[in-house]
């Protein structure tokens, strides 16, 4: 009895701490201070060309916050980690000249010059327009082992990078329409 007490205890921590609260709600909740982490990113033109790396401010918001800038579908993936249905982003066939950003924060992700037809249903590039302005995670949901991509500069989930992509890199980072947001070239 006392061992399935302890196994339920402890079944019972581990949910609690993992309760899908996203990093930010939590840092939000913790730092009373005001002050928030530095990111180093690169600012990017709308034709893809880097401008230079620049210092900035993490962009840390509560979930109501985030709740009041993004739409219902937005914030499932972007700051719940969801993945809309392959073939419905409004990015998958598109392929206007210009630089798809963050919808989160609105950090240069990827050009339009690396975008790829996969097939997958979902827009897919080959590199980031700077790898400076994107984290990677290794996700376990699902059964399975991912590499998760996150904008390094608000935490809001993109999508994941497969090692199946084609040359230069043989990567495929597979997006969320829902995630980004597009600047096109000027």
Request: with cysteine; aromatic share 10%; proline share 3%.
């Amino acid at each position: 009895m006392y061992r399935m007490i302890l196994a339920v205890a402890a079944f019972a921590f581990v949910v609690a701490c993992d309760s899908g609260m996203p990093k930010q709600d939590e840092a939000v909740a913790q730092d009373k201070s005001g002050e928030f982490e530095k990111v180093t990113i690169v600012e990017v033109a709308s034709d893809g060309t880097k401008k230079g790396a620049v210092t900035v401010d993490k962009v840390v918001r509560t979930k109501e916050e985030w709740k009041e800038r993004l739409t219902d579908e937005q914030y499932y993936v972007a700051r719940e980690k969801g993945t809309e249905r392959a073939f419905t982003g409004k990015y998958d066939k598109h392929y206007e000249d210009g630089v798809y950003k963050c919808i989160g924060c609105g950090t240069a992700l990827f050009s339009s010059k690396t975008k790829y037809d996969s097939g997958t249903g979902w827009p897919s590039f080959y590199e980031p327009v700077a790898e400076e302005n994107i984290a990677e995670e290794t996700d376990r949901s699902f059964g399975m082992v991912r590499t998760e991509v996150l904008c390094k500069r608000c935490d809001s989930h993109l999508g994941h990078v497969f090692t199946d992509g084609p040359r230069p890199t043989g990567l495929r980072y597979c997006m969320n329409s829902a995630s980004l947001d597009f600047e096109p070239e000027e």
